[in-house]
């Protein structure tokens, strides 16, 4: 999903088991350099992401934050890009078949 040519990244609210998991969640989601804003509408979450180009340090944070707080992966494909290839699309990854599929 792109708005004026922002990807967005959309996932569910929740499920917290403290107010200190949910607090972790969201300080994690400010220390993510390309997550330009992040908008709750109902249950859902909406990331704004600065550009598709993103840099190796971002993608794996995106990576684990969606597998520790169980969000959907697959939307994480679209970052496949050449240079990232070698390691993103490593068949031996733990986030592989989360995110492409078995």
Same mark, same amino acid.
């Given at each position: 999903?792109?708005?004026?040519?922002? @990807?967005?990244?959309?996932?569910?609210?929740?499920?917290? &088991? @403290?107010?200190?998991?949910?607090?972790? /969640?969201?300080?994690?989601?400010?220390?993510? *350099?390309?997550?330009?804003?992040?908008? =709750?509408?109902?249950?859902?979450?909406? /990331? &704004?992401?600065?550009?598709?180009?993103?840099?190796?340090?971002?993608?794996?944070?995106?990576? =684990?934050?969606? &597998?520790?707080?169980?969000?959907?992966?697959?939307?994480?494909?679209?970052?496949? @890009?050449? *240079?990232?290839?070698?390691? /993103?699309?490593?068949?031996?990854?733990?986030?592989?078949?989360?995110? /492409? =599929?078995?």
């Amino acid at each position: 999903m792109s708005d004026s040519n922002k @990807t967005i990244l959309k996932c569910k609210s929740g499920p917290f &088991y @403290t107010l200190k998991d949910e607090d972790a /969640f969201f300080e994690w989601i400010k220390k993510i *350099e390309c997550i330009e804003d992040v908008k =709750g509408v109902g249950r859902e979450l909406y /990331f &704004y992401i600065a550009c598709d180009d993103l840099h190796d340090r971002d993608l794996i944070d995106l990576i =684990g934050l969606f &597998y520790r707080y169980k969000k959907d992966m697959k939307q994480l494909a679209r970052f496949l @890009t050449p *240079e990232n290839k070698s390691w /993103f699309y490593d068949k031996k990854a733990y986030w592989y078949k989360k995110i /492409f =599929g078995s």
